[in-house]
């Protein structure tokens, strides 16, 4: 079996996170996306959304390629840009609704809040 053929992510809808490997396959829609974190096991992968959490292998990287609204802010997390309630820049968090919050990297919090500023920017012109 080709390597491509195991990572296929072929998104029926644009507005869904459509995974596929040969351990596991779903889809989320966007909108329920909060971020993706790593865990202890190498690869394993958890993602938090609004309503549930999904546990999978994969590569961050891959991940925050996917696109233009995932962003890896911090080695151990990417984000939904479209999710973010507001970022804490003292305490470097990432805050969304429920009470759920992530880090963020001193390196990379300048270009988190660029690139979801953007992002709203284009969502809402004003």
Same mark, same amino acid.
Request: charged content about 30%; aromatic content about 12%; glycine content about 0%.
């Given at each position: 079996? @080709? @390597? ?6 072929? !998104?029926?809808? *644009?507005?869904? +996170? %459509? ?5 596991? %396959? $779903? &889809?989320? !829609? +966007?909108?329920?996306?909060?971020? $993706? ?13 609004? *309503?549930?959490? +999904? #546990? ?44 759920? *919050?992530? %880090?963020? *990297?001193?390196?990379? &919090? ?6 979801? #500023?953007?992002?709203? &920017?284009?969502? +809402? !012109?004003?």
């Amino acid at each position: 079996m @080709l @390597l491509a053929d195991e990572r296929r992510t072929v !998104p029926v809808s *644009s507005d869904l +996170f %459509s995974f596929e490997n040969k351990y596991t %396959s $779903f &889809q989320i !829609p +966007f909108s329920e996306i909060l971020y $993706f974190e790593t865990m202890e096991i190498a690869h394993k992968i958890r993602l938090i959304a609004k *309503s549930r959490t +999904f #546990e999978f292998y994969a590569e961050m990287n891959e991940i925050a390629e996917y696109d233009e609204r995932l962003f890896r802010c911090h080695r151990a997390f990417v984000v939904n840009l479209a999710n973010i309630r507001s970022i804490d820049k003292k305490n470097r968090i990432v805050l969304f609704d429920h009470g759920l *919050s992530c %880090s963020v *990297s001193r390196r990379l &919090q300048k270009e988190t809040i660029e690139k979801m #500023e953007s992002l709203r &920017q284009r969502e +809402f !012109p004003n």
